[in-house]
């Protein structure tokens, strides 16, 4: 028997197919939330990989240079070098009463600089560029002092007299005191004095006729020499190497050595680091006398450094001009010319020869000379310490003061303050320094305040003085700006066998210090900004964005699913409902 009409319930047909709309739209929601998900996690990596691709050195099979490498040879770049001199205005009262150096800074004289690598070449596995990095330097009167020409005079410390009167007394040498004697009259006779006028471009590139220099390369001299000393010279010193006296002379459109550097084909965290300058892989041992101080360690100049630094790294570069390499920590978040960067200083310790890690860069002192007799300041001792039972190192900073060391006095020499290091080399060649001259930071910056205030009219301030300040692009490691500074001093002393120097007080005097302040054209700025800010930016907007797209999108297609089904299963109801009650009607007609 089959059921009654009352037990029947009809129910209409619902098509459980999504709508086309709704698959369009989850298709769209699809690709937004994969693009959100790329940007929140592909992008990173991807990004990463293609900036190591883009910095590393190469060259294509026809010689043709990557960008990187196109433009580390030809840098774009300003760099302008402001020098400042330190006139002496009481030469006099220093040469013959003794008295403290008053010096007033001049300048600047303002220099710009460019440089460029005309020679290099890729070793045949392409991991290594050997180049020679030319430099020239041009006067910019715009940019100058009104009083800064390049004819200036200026008073300064008459170098070649004074490395004469130094190596007389230097103990290496052993001259005779009627020595001594003879020839510091015939520095006389020269007209070499402890002082001179000089004009600034002779000073620094030109370079000018010393007579001592004059002499010391004369057939005259060369003549005596084979004749009454087997070839030897007749001087009880040697003469440097100059035909004239200049700092800089002959640098203009010339390298300093030729380099041999990572290309970072194989790791681009060592690219641009440094293989081997002049051929050597480490310093010479007459420079500097441990091997972490006679490690070439990091770049050229600091021009390149890794990629994706971190404010916990600490950046190393080789400094030719002054003959040795440097580190730098973190300082601070800058930005320049809108691209947001990290700024990298020079800690004071790097300066600080009387630290441990630091002996190998210490000024030898063969004269013996208290340079600074103030510093450094210890208590009065109280002598209630054994000596004999205890073992210390009296050449550390920590210990200067300590009751059985004897304050700067330590090996039969004196020690200098912080802030001081010879120069060890002709700078930026391979060739020892030509006379006994001190590098410091500008104004004495990370020395003592007794130290500060051995010679009137020197100020420090930090912003404008330290000596090593870069801002990098994190991300490329890419340099932004770069501000280098040194200065160069003099030492002097008293010795009574010598007759300029007889009065002449135990110190440094300072010459002159440079301010290089190097940044990059516009064109160069805007390729870092639109790879490296632009494109990381409208990354990052995109992936919050996308995401925030995305997940109302899935939103609107669930909401618009349970509403349409909803519908569906409420005209089902009403169906249903219309049905029962027809057939209701129909049964009672019945």
Same mark, same amino acid.
């Given at each position: 028997?089959?059921?009654?009409?009352?037990?029947?319930?009809?129910?209409?047909?619902?098509?459980?197919?999504?709508? %086309?709309?709704?698959?369009?739209?989850?298709?769209?929601?699809?690709?937004?939330?994969?693009?959100?998900?790329?940007?929140?996690?592909?992008?990173?990596?991807?990004?990463?990989?293609?900036?190591?691709?883009?910095?590393?050195?190469?060259?294509?099979?026809?010689?043709?240079?990557?960008?990187?490498?196109?433009?580390?040879?030809?840098?774009?770049?300003?760099?302008?070098?402001?020098?400042?001199?330190?006139?002496?205005?009481?030469?006099?009262?220093?040469?013959?009463?003794?008295?403290?150096?008053?010096?007033?800074?001049?300048?600047?004289?303002?220099?710009?600089?460019?440089?460029?690598?005309?020679?290099?070449?890729?070793?045949?596995?392409?991991?290594?560029?050997?180049?020679?990095?030319?430099?020239?330097?041009?006067?910019?009167?715009?940019?100058?002092?009104?009083?800064?020409?390049?004819?200036?005079?200026? /008073?300064?410390?008459?170098?070649?007299?004074?490395?004469?009167?130094?190596?007389?007394?230097?103990? %290496?040498?052993?001259?005779?005191?009627?020595?001594?004697?003879?020839?510091?009259?015939?520095?006389?006779?020269?007209?070499?004095?402890?002082?001179?006028?000089?004009?600034?471009?002779?000073?620094?590139?030109?370079? /000018?006729?010393?007579?001592?220099?004059?002499?010391?390369?004369?057939?005259?001299?060369?003549?005596?020499?084979?004749?009454?000393?087997?070839?030897?010279?007749?001087?009880?010193?040697?003469?440097?190497?100059?035909?004239?006296?200049?700092?800089?002379?002959?640098?203009?459109?010339? +390298?300093?050595?030729?380099?041999?550097?990572?290309?970072?084909?194989?790791?681009?965290?060592?690219?641009?680091?440094?293989? %081997?300058?002049?051929?050597?892989?480490?310093?010479?041992?007459?420079?500097?006398?441990?091997?972490?101080?006679?490690?070439?360690?990091?770049?050229?100049?600091?021009?390149?450094?890794?990629? +994706?630094?971190?404010?916990?790294?600490?950046?190393?570069?080789?400094?030719? /001009?002054?003959?040795?390499?440097?580190?730098?920590?973190?300082? @601070?978040?800058?930005?320049?010319?809108?691209?947001?960067?990290?700024?990298? @200083?020079?800690?004071?310790?790097?300066?600080?020869?009387?630290?441990?890690?630091?002996?190998?860069?210490?000024?030898?002192?063969?004269?013996?000379?208290?340079?600074?007799?103030?510093?450094?300041?210890?208590?009065?001792?109280?002598?209630?310490?054994?000596?004999?039972?205890?073992?210390?190192n009296c050449g550390l900073s920590e210990n200067l003061c300590h009751e059985c060391c004897d304050r700067s006095h330590f090996n039969g020499t004196y020690l200098l303050p912080p802030g001081f290091f010879p120069m060890a080399c002709f700078p930026g060649k391979n060739q020892d320094a030509p006379f006994g001259m001190i590098f410091s930071a500008p104004h004495y910056l990370f020395s003592p305040e007794s130290t500060v205030d051995s010679v009137y009219g020197l100020n420090p301030s930090h912003d404008p003085h330290v000596p090593l300040s870069y801002t990098h692009e994190p991300q490329s490691g890419m340099v932004t700006e770069v501000k280098f500074r040194l200065q160069i001093n003099v030492p002097i002393r008293q010795w009574?066998?010598?007759?300029?120097?007889?009065?002449?007080? +135990?110190?440094?005097?300072?010459?002159?210090?440079?301010?290089?302040?190097? /940044?990059?054209?516009?064109?160069?700025?805007?390729?870092?900004? +639109?790879?490296?800010?632009?494109?990381?930016?409208?990354?990052?907007?995109?992936?919050?964005?996308?995401?925030?797209?995305?997940?109302?999108?899935?939103?609107?297609?669930?909401?618009?699913?349970?509403?349409?089904?909803?519908?569906?299963?409420?005209?089902?109801?009403?169906?249903?409902?219309?049905?029962?009650?027809?057939?209701?009607?129909?049964?009672?007609?019945?």
């Amino acid at each position: 028997m089959g059921k009654s009409v009352s037990e029947v319930e009809i129910s209409p047909r619902v098509s459980r197919r999504p709508a %086309k709309c709704t698959v369009i739209s989850s298709v769209i929601a699809a690709l937004i939330l994969l693009l959100s998900a790329f940007c929140w996690f592909g992008f990173s990596p991807l990004f990463t990989a293609m900036v190591a691709m883009k910095l590393s050195f190469s060259e294509d099979n026809l010689g043709v240079p990557s960008q990187a490498t196109f433009l580390w040879s030809k840098p774009p770049m300003n760099n302008t070098f402001n020098f400042y001199i330190y006139n002496v205005t009481n030469p006099t009262h220093v040469t013959y009463y003794g008295e403290k150096p008053r010096v007033i800074e001049v300048g600047p004289f303002a220099i710009r600089e460019s440089e460029r690598k005309k020679e290099y070449s890729f070793s045949d596995d392409g991991d290594s560029i050997w180049y020679k990095n030319y430099k020239q330097f041009v006067y910019d009167a715009e940019r100058s002092c009104e009083d800064c020409t390049y004819e200036a005079p200026i /008073y300064i410390p008459n170098l070649p007299a004074i490395g004469a009167m130094m190596d007389l007394g230097d103990p %290496k040498y052993n001259v005779s005191r009627a020595a001594k004697w003879i020839i510091s009259v015939g520095l006389i006779a020269l007209g070499e004095y402890p002082f001179k006028y000089v004009r600034f471009g002779d000073l620094v590139f030109d370079g /000018y006729d010393d007579p001592l220099l004059t002499l010391g390369h004369s057939p005259i001299l060369k003549y005596l020499s084979n004749t009454y000393n087997n070839g030897s010279s007749v001087m009880p010193f040697p003469i440097p190497p100059l035909k004239k006296m200049g700092f800089f002379v002959g640098y203009n459109n010339s +390298n300093d050595e030729d380099y041999v550097i990572n290309s970072g084909k194989a790791d681009i965290n060592n690219i641009a680091s440094i293989k %081997k300058w002049a051929g050597m892989a480490s310093l010479p041992e007459t420079w500097w006398s441990t091997p972490q101080a006679r490690a070439i360690n990091g770049s050229d100049s600091g021009s390149f450094n890794k990629p +994706n630094l971190k404010k916990s790294d600490r950046l190393y570069m080789f400094q030719s /001009y002054m003959c040795r390499s440097f580190y730098m920590d973190f300082h @601070e978040e800058s930005t320049v010319h809108g691209i947001p960067g990290y700024n990298y @200083e020079i800690p004071t310790e790097v300066y600080d020869t009387t630290r441990q890690e630091n002996i190998g860069f210490r000024y030898e002192n063969r004269e013996k000379v208290n340079y600074f007799p103030e510093w450094p300041e210890c208590p009065p001792k109280t002598n209630t310490t054994n000596c004999d039972l205890v073992d210390i190192n009296c050449g550390l900073s920590e210990n200067l003061c300590h009751e059985c060391c004897d304050r700067s006095h330590f090996n039969g020499t004196y020690l200098l303050p912080p802030g001081f290091f010879p120069m060890a080399c002709f700078p930026g060649k391979n060739q020892d320094a030509p006379f006994g001259m001190i590098f410091s930071a500008p104004h004495y910056l990370f020395s003592p305040e007794s130290t500060v205030d051995s010679v009137y009219g020197l100020n420090p301030s930090h912003d404008p003085h330290v000596p090593l300040s870069y801002t990098h692009e994190p991300q490329s490691g890419m340099v932004t700006e770069v501000k280098f500074r040194l200065q160069i001093n003099v030492p002097i002393r008293q010795w009574s066998d010598i007759v300029q120097s007889g009065q002449m007080p +135990n110190k440094f005097i300072p010459v002159l210090w440079a301010d290089s302040h190097a /940044y990059l054209t516009q064109p160069a700025y805007d390729m870092i900004y +639109n790879f490296f800010v632009t494109i990381p930016t409208a990354v990052y907007i995109t992936k919050f964005i996308s995401l925030f797209v995305g997940i109302l999108l899935v939103l609107l297609i669930v909401a618009v699913r349970i509403r349409i089904r909803q519908l569906e299963q409420r005209k089902i109801r009403e169906q249903n409902a219309l049905l029962k009650e027809e057939t209701r009607r129909g049964v009672q007609v019945v």
